[in-house]
């Protein structure tokens, strides 16, 4: 189904009139979206939706079957963690060649590998039923693989539309600026986003996408690739909130950026984590990089945070002296940071169920849908801490680094909560300021609420061991928290926010939609 959508027609106000009045969520702001904990999939690995068989999965550089579907059919698994919002791999067609979503070739087709307009509106309505917000990934720096046959692309299927062949260059990509907004990236084709009909057809797909698929946010790729004139653009356009990529760990390169996006990913302090936790380099790495960093964006609430993504070996699959269960506990204490820390967290699928895979081969990117248990460890601990951010209300709450050393790195969340994590896999303890806690106040640990310290003259005396984080709240918290958990738990069982009529309209206007659509084009 064609989605070159221009809404002329009575039709199309009447069904984005009718979709405000369904659902609460639609154009969210960057300040809603603070608070907000997001888990990343990508979106041919979640699941097919097929529950009597599952794809096999043995060629990683291929389809494996994920859909639309497979996610909405299991919204409790990522709600039973307490995300509530998701970011999935571009919806557009890859021409049945790219698994995921980075080789357009066609802007408005929904890529029927994944799914169609309708499986793909339901995953939205399920998703919003859920209070999970929808964030989609987007690529405008080039097109699918097909050398100079701009046939094969639709709409861009003229020269004109491209620059000229150069490959990018190996390297440090900023050494070469004269080059790295027109080169061709792993041989995909470089858009032209300066020719007039390249920008205009991006900045109306982007508005039209936005408003008739409900989308909340948006994820785009390859950022210093493009002018970031055309960025400044294109997220103006869209009116949702935006994270742009710019995969480099360096302060101010990241800095040359920020004027266009509401956030970008924190890689310099995704690459101080792993060099504290794993690399077992001193603790006070973070801290530099969160001072290098709050140097450039004073606002470092709304930079996204994560410990791995689709881009990088996981957290796990790291080859160095540390033991298995080790690693496991600075995974904990990655997780722990960037869930209570400054930052939009993004959790990237398969964590929770220990994935250790590395980039070479797509090794990186395995089928979830063999490993979809709620009853594992890291699930668990996922789901306690989510309950425990948000019984906080951490991102309303001022951030105090209280104690660096080399091997221990503690902060609080003004009056909530005190973090304490470590690199080392031996008992260690420390003073630690607790000023903005009343005196006397007892402080218990989430994952272990016998596990208590008392603030003693603005101070608490707290213990490491086997390289585990500990995350303090008040005594009275820890009882509400394990209710809210056990609720979160449950959560499948229960339908909340709507009601049979919401069903019913919502599947009446998918049906208006899609006629629209086709009588139109």
């Known amino acids: 189904i064609l989605l070159k959508i221009r809404m002329r027609s009575i039709c199309w ?72 919002a998701i970011y999935i791999s571009p919806i557009v067609d890859n021409g049945g060649f790219e698994y995921h979503g980075y080789g357009m070739t066609d802007l408005f087709t929904i890529n029927p590998k994944f799914g169609n307009v309708d499986t793909f509106l339901e995953m939205i309505h399920e998703c919003h039923k859920e209070n999970v917000w929808v964030m989609i990934d987007i690529v405008t720096n080039h097109v699918g693989r097909v050398g100079e046959n701009f046939g094969k692309i639709n709409p861009f299927s003229k020269a004109e539309h491209y620059h000229k062949n150069i490959p990018c260059p190996d390297g440090d990509l900023f050494a070469h600026r004269d080059v790295k907004e027109i080169c061709r990236l792993y041989d995909y084709p470089d858009l032209d986003q300066s020719h007039p009909f390249v920008r205009t057809t991006f900045l109306e797909w982007i508005a039209n996408i936005v408003q008739i698929f409900k989308i909340d946010g948006i994820r785009l790729d390859t950022v210093p690739y493009v002018n970031i004139g055309f960025w400044k653009e294109f997220n103006m356009a869209s009116t949702v909130f935006n994270i742009g990529e710019v995969f480099d760990g360096r302060h101010w390169i990241l800095g040359e950026y920020k004027a266009a996006f509401d956030s970008l990913f924190n890689y310099p302090l995704y690459y101080a984590i792993k060099d504290a936790l794993l690399y077992r380099k001193s603790m006070r790495v973070i801290a530099d990089a969160i001072t290098k960093m709050r140097g450039v964006f004073p606002d470092l609430g709304i930079l996204a945070t994560f410990v791995d993504n689709h ?25 722990a940071f960037i869930l209570y820390a400054e930052g939009v967290p993004i959790i990237y699928y398969g964590t929770e169920q220990y994935y250790e895979g590395v980039c070479d081969k797509h090794g990186n990117r395995e089928p979830l849908w063999p490993n979809l248990s709620k009853d594992g460890d890291i699930y668990g601990f996922i789901a306690k801490s989510i309950v425990g951010r948000k019984k906080a209300m951490v991102w309303n709450r001022k951030f105090i680094e209280v104690f660096v050393d080399d091997n221990i790195y503690c902060f609080v969340r003004f009056n909530a909560v005190l973090v304490c994590i470590t690199n080392r896999p031996e008992k260690i303890s420390r003073q630690v300021r607790a000023e903005t806690f009343k005196e006397g106040l007892d402080l218990c640990n989430l994952y272990n609420p016998k596990d208590c310290v008392k603030v003693i003259k603005g101070m608490v005396y707290i213990q490491l061991q086997e390289g585990m984080p500990k995350v303090y709240f008040p005594k009275e918290y820890n009882s509400i928290i394990e209710e809210e958990e056990q609720l979160l738990r449950n959560k499948g069982l229960i339908e909340l926010l709507f009601s049979n009529i919401d069903s019913i309209i919502f599947a009446i206007l998918v049906a208006i939609t899609i006629l629209d659509l086709t009588n139109a084009y």
């Open 13 to 84: 106000m009447g069904i984005l009139f009718l979709n405000a009045l369904c659902f609460s969520v639609y154009g969210k702001t960057k300040e809603e979206w603070r608070s907000r904990v997001i888990y990343q999939i990508i979106t041919d690995r979640f699941h097919s939706g097929k529950e009597e068989s599952y794809p096999e999965c043995a060629t990683l550089n291929k389809h494996c079957g994920g859909t639309f579907q497979g996610i909405s059919k299991h919204i409790d698994y990522i709600t039973g963690m307490g995300f509530d």
């Open 311 to 335: 881009d990088n070996d996981r957290f796990l699959s790291f080859k160095g002296d540390l033991s298995f269960n080790a690693k496991v506990a600075a995974l904990k204490s990655g997780l």
